[in-house]
């Protein structure tokens, strides 16, 4: 039996794909790459992508942490940016360069995506699908079972994994072959379209172009922070705060002890300064700002001092 790796996203056109694949018989591994900008949520819970897998079908799921190395790509990418900090094309390439390293340790066929022809204008035409399979040393080992018959023939095809008048030759944007297909496969809840790359986030992508751009800090830790509560760049200053009591708790769990926190003896937003140096009068100013029970207690007449968050 065949075995394929899945880049599964989670979204409908893998889903999809991956059930055509078991149709004809091929054992399906399902692979989730991660990193704080997409996939995180698997961070420590593996078992839910694996039990998720399990439930559609597939045979196997892994999942893996590129953080580290994606930093790199993201920092210089050969291909640019897209709309925000989104290198999609050096992006793909990355992630079928790690593929192929679990094609061959797990010695599977091929890999198999959900991507379609025009259907994201910057990593979808057939001239980036080339060189992205071509940079990454997977020429014909990329099966795209939707959009299969409107590009060259791949090496399971030639060998007779899989057969191409099996496969699809959908092209664009429009949704509707997906749904009809889904339909076919009994599938009763449709997953919302691939994607969910926060690097395709208007604030948060310009945010990590900022920080890239002024050659500000990125590491794995700065790049989980960058995803979500205010963030204030001044100079060579950066101070970030929580919106609320979720962040908050996020920003102690991720940044103590290696940063000091700090907020008001009233109800306020956590802050730590990740780069440069804050008097007390400008820290509690700029709480003061975000905090209308601070606001309250200072028109009364009531002390406002900053303290320090313990560990």
Request: aromatic share 8%; with cysteine.
């Amino acid at each position: 039996m065949a075995t394929a790796l899945l880049l599964f996203s989670e979204g409908l056109d893998s889903l999809l794909s991956g059930l055509i694949l078991k149709r004809e018989n091929i054992r399906v591994i399902a692979v989730r790459f991660i990193t704080p900008y997409f996939g995180w949520k698997y961070k420590n819970r593996a078992d839910l992508f694996e039990e998720k897998a399990k439930t559609l079908g597939f045979d196997h799921a892994i999942v893996k942490e590129i953080t580290e190395e994606y930093l790199k790509v993201l920092q210089n990418p050969k291909y640019g940016y897209g709309d925000h900090a989104n290198p999609c094309i050096d992006c793909k390439i990355f992630l079928f360069k790690k593929a192929k390293e679990l094609l061959i340790s797990l010695n599977a066929d091929f890999i198999a995506t959900g991507e379609i022809l025009g259907q994201r204008p910057m990593s979808q035409n057939k001239q980036a699908l080339e060189v992205i399979e071509k940079e990454s040393g997977l020429e014909g080992l990329v099966l795209r079972p939707l959009t299969a018959k409107l590009l060259k023939e791949t090496v399971p095809e030639k060998r007779g994994l899989i057969k191409r008048d099996r496969l699809y030759g959908h092209q664009g944007r429009s949704r509707n072959f997906q749904l009809n297909l889904a339909k076919e496969f009994g599938l009763r809840e449709i997953p919302t379209p691939a994607g969910g790359c926060l690097l395709t986030d208007p604030i948060i992508g310009s945010r990590v172009l900022k920080v890239i751009k002024e050659k500000r800090p990125l590491t794995p830790l700065t790049a989980e922070l960058l995803t979500f509560g205010r963030h204030h760049f001044e100079d060579n200053l950066w101070i970030v705060m929580g919106r609320n009591e979720e962040e908050n708790l996020r920003l102690k769990n991720l940044l103590l002890p290696h940063y000091e926190l700090y907020t008001l003896n009233e109800p306020a937003p956590y802050l730590a300064v990740m780069e440069g140096k804050v008097s007390e009068e400008l820290m509690k100013n700029i709480l003061l700002k975000y905090s209308k029970k601070a606001q309250l207690a200072l028109s009364q007449r009531r002390e406002i001092r900053v303290v320090k968050i313990a560990t």
